[in-house]
């Protein structure tokens, strides 16, 4: 598959486990955040996203937690799946809805 | 539904040679974005076009071109190929702006 990104920071966690993905953002004046799924060969899937105005938006087994005080993303997986080993990509969206910037990205490998 | 689809998937070029990609949105998308995605840089957004007009841009030289037509598919072209364009074009559509994008595959494009 597609090399996605050779020294991305990497998260590993027991199947079953709980994860944590962090991002941190850098401008204030974002507006709309969104989490997206890479999986080896294949393009952004989006999971989940929180506007600014909010602190906490939940899915199926995903949750994602805004601090704007500190401009931080966090996402979490409840009891982590093989199927989640993929990378985790945080966007960020200003309010003009014109500057669209991607995070760094973090590797999650789910262990058995 | 089908989804979005990027052509071709994989090309090989030389350095100061051009290339198109070509992009199908989903049915009724009228937004199309292009981003590149490299291990070094991440991702990275190159322009939006939607309803045949570019609306958004990011911070490429011009050699990174674009354009849409009436059926909403989209093409890029990057002209003068440089050892540095070696990546990974994304293509993602969505119905209005860059919310709910969803992505293609991608067209893995290396210069020789």
């Known amino acids: 598959g597609e090399s996605v990104g050779l020294h991305l920071p990497t998260l590993s966690v027991q199947e079953g486990d709980n994860s944590i993905i962090n991002c941190a953002y850098s401008n204030s004046a974002s507006d709309y955040f969104i989490w997206y799924k890479q999986e080896s060969g294949k393009g952004p899937q989006f999971i989940i996203d929180?506007?600014?105005?909010?602190d906490k938006r939940q899915g199926q087994r995903v949750t994602v937690l805004l601090n704007k005080t500190v401009k931080h993303l966090s996402l979490q997986i409840a009891a982590t799946q093989p199927g989640d080993s993929a990378v985790y990509f945080c966007?960020?969206?200003?309010?003009?809805?014109?500057?669209?910037?991607f995070g760094p990205g973090t590797r999650l490998s789910v262990l058995p | 539904k089908a989804g979005v689809t990027q052509t071709p998937r994989y090309l090989i070029k030389t350095r100061g040679q051009q290339v198109t990609l070509s992009c199908s949105p989903i049915s009724g998308h009228r937004s199309v974005s292009w981003y590149q995605q490299t291990p070094g840089q991440g991702l990275q957004f190159l322009f939006e076009y939607f309803s045949e007009t570019q609306r958004n841009k990011g911070n490429f030289p011009g050699r990174f071109s674009g354009r849409q037509f009436s059926n909403s598919r989209s093409e890029m072209n990057v002209s003068t190929l440089e050892l540095g364009d070696s990546a990974l074009y994304l293509c993602?559509?969505?119905?209005?702006?860059?919310?709910?994008?969803?992505f293609g595959p991608g067209t893995r494009l290396t210069v020789l």
């Open positions: 993602a559509s969505s119905s209005s702006t860059f919310y709910e994008q969803f």
């Open positions: 966007a960020e969206i200003d309010n003009y809805g014109q500057n669209f910037v």
């Open positions: 929180i506007r600014s105005n909010m």
